[in-house]
């Protein structure tokens, strides 16, 4: 049976916004050089940087099964915050395992622009020790070129003003230096809010300080409606199309079967090179959906969905602060500084060979910049001092890929399988198999508090007159516990690159893509989303997936 609006909360509509932007392909011609399944990070990058580079001579489908909700950062509403709004458009598009250690907090969004809708702007790149997981040539290649094109296509800015610029640099002489790298994090460019040297042109904290997102780079490729010949070359988007499945057809050819959710039309589409770009809990159940998973070498399918992983990181750690360093040093704090700065961890080890910080902390010098827009500041008051400088730092960890996670789909599950992803809350988990993987860790319960504590504590000892808002990490009365439940904010690893189990093992080539992304045992199926990452990343993966989807361009033609 086809689909029919089975998931909870999908935007199946086409708003007059979307009809005055953006034609929905309806030529006559079935045929394409090249479809794209999925319009947000993965594919939407690498749908726009196909249509600069070959858009004149060849034909280029982009299919999303999402509307188009907003021309701009959904974020961006003013005083909602941003766990309410992202929420509001999650679709339930999976079943949570009846477990009770198994849960995930939050749901994908399926719109134009994917979760680059959804998304903060901030870029920052994975380290070396992070990137010792990706295959040798792999790695190579974005750290010699692609993070730095992705940096670009995305509108890299590196500051917010001179306040933030006097922070990193006390910080880069502090003895925290020997430990972590420490910047200010890049996030995109949007203008009018910032200068293009990254300078606030007024009070940034009250207009969004950071956009980009896909939906907008490829309505820019486009044009506005009606657009070029629907028959001819160049980049065509077809919205409100959910992909059914991906057939082997003869001469290596491929037939992409799609429903339309408002109409339910069904339509094939053909092409010798399909991108599955549908995000880490779509694109598996496509595949498996699909004729392609029953051709695929029996180890390649028993990957298929498994090894779903997240970054755990913790909650914030919050003070109130008068100014930071010493003497000469002194640097004054007011309200009306504001800064994130992020601890790179420089992947350093002790005499075991243990990784000694397996985490990157960011930390925000007073956060209204990064959270709310203040429209209507009476509409929701906010708890807290606002006569005062706060400070918030948390701990982002890297995670490897985690086989007892998966996707549980299968012909008659309604679309909408049973999914296993265990609870971050756990912490003998962490401890007992996630951090050793990662880092050779071999740590307590309090041994590891203690870490975040001294880490933490390393930090505020440089401000001064500091009144701490939240306890120490811990458990017990007064102390706060470090993890929540689990996220899918950057779920990774269901259709794997070769990859290692943990920092001391071999590559595994018995993987579902190989460097180049192809799917194995396929002659011109590929997939481009976060379900190709060898592991989730201390830092925010989106730059790796930005520069994934050029080297993945760069290698179509």
């Known amino acids: 049976m086809p689909f029919q609006n089975n998931y909870a909360n999908l935007v199946t509509e086409k708003p007059q916004a979307h009809t005055r932007l953006i034609r929905d392909y309806d030529g006559s011609n079935k045929d394409f050089d090249f479809i794209i399944i999925g319009s947000g990070i993965g594919g939407g990058i690498l749908a726009d940087d196909l249509a600069d580079r070959l858009g004149q001579s060849h034909r280029i489908l982009v299919l999303d099964a999402g509307s188009f909700i907003y021309p701009t950062h959904v974020y961006n509403i003013s005083r909602i915050p941003n766990g309410s709004v992202a929420p509001h458009f999650g679709v339930d598009n999976f079943k949570q395992s009846p477990s009770g250690s198994h849960f995930i907090g939050s749901k994908p969004q399926l719109c134009f622009g994917g979760r680059s809708i959804f998304w903060s702007g901030l870029i920052p790149q994975a380290q070396s020790w992070e990137m010792e ?70 009070q940034f904290f009250a207009e969004p300080t950071g956009v980009f997102n896909t939906a907008e780079l490829l309505i820019n490729q486009v044009g506005l409606t009606p657009g070029v010949d629907q028959n001819g070359k160049g980049l065509f988007i077809k919205l409100n199309s959910f992909v059914e499945a991906v057939q082997n057809v003869p001469f290596d050819w491929y037939e992409v079967k799609t429903t339309n959710t408002i109409t339910g039309e069904q339509l094939s589409f053909y092409s010798p090179k399909v991108i599955i770009a549908a995000g880490s809990t779509e694109s598996p159940k496509l595949i498996h959906r699909s004729t392609v998973y029953q051709n695929l070498p029996d180890k390649i399918r028993q990957q298929v969905g498994f090894g779903l992983t997240d970054h755990p990181v913790t909650g914030e750690s919050q003070a109130y602060v008068s100014s930071l360093g010493r003497n000469a040093s002194l640097i004054p704090l007011s309200r009306q500084d504001h800064a994130k700065i992020i601890f790179y961890s420089r992947g350093n080890r002790d005499a075991n060979g243990q990784v000694i910080y397996p985490f ?31 400070v918030d730092i948390k701990f982002s960890f890297g995670n490897c890929l985690d086989d007892e996670n998966g996707i549980f789909s299968h012909a008659n599950d309604n679309y909408t399988p049973e999914i296993r992803f265990k609870r971050f809350s756990n912490l003998d988990d962490l401890l007992g198999s996630r951090f050793p993987a990662l880092a050779g860790w071999n740590k307590s319960k309090n041994e590891f508090f203690a870490l975040l504590n001294q880490t933490r504590n390393r930090i505020f000892a440089e401000f001064n007159d500091v009144n701490f808002i939240t306890g120490e990490y811990g458990e017990g009365d007064g102390k706060q516990w470090p993890f929540g439940w689990g996220t899918v904010h950057h779920a990774c690893g269901t259709l794997r690159m070769p990859w290692k189990a943990n920092r001391n093992a071999n590559f595994n080539n018995d993987s579902v893509v190989d460097e180049d992304l192809k799917v194995r045992g396929t002659t011109g199926l590929y997939v481009c989303d976060m ?18 989807a050029l080297r993945l361009s760069d290698h179509l033609g």
């Open 360 to 390: 990157n902390i960011e930390m925000n010098v007073n956060h209204e910049y990064w959270h709310l827009r203040n429209n209507d500041p009476s509409a929701e008051p906010v708890v807290d001092d606002t006569s005062r400088t706060r």
């Open 531 to 548: 379900s190709v990452m060898p592991i989730s990343t201390a830092a925010n993966p989106v730059l790796a997936l930005a520069g994934l």
């Open 133 to 202: 997981f990706f295959p040798d040539n792999v790695r190579q290649d974005l750290e010699s070129r692609y993070f730095r094109l992705a940096n670009d296509r995305m509108n890299l800015s590196s500051s917010l003003g001179d306040k933030a610029k006097k922070l990193v640099s006390y910080f880069q002489s502090s003895s925290l230096n020997s430990d972590f790298e420490i910047k200010q994090t890049p996030r995109a460019v949007h203008q009018p809010y910032l200068d293009p040297d990254g300078t606030p042109r007024n």
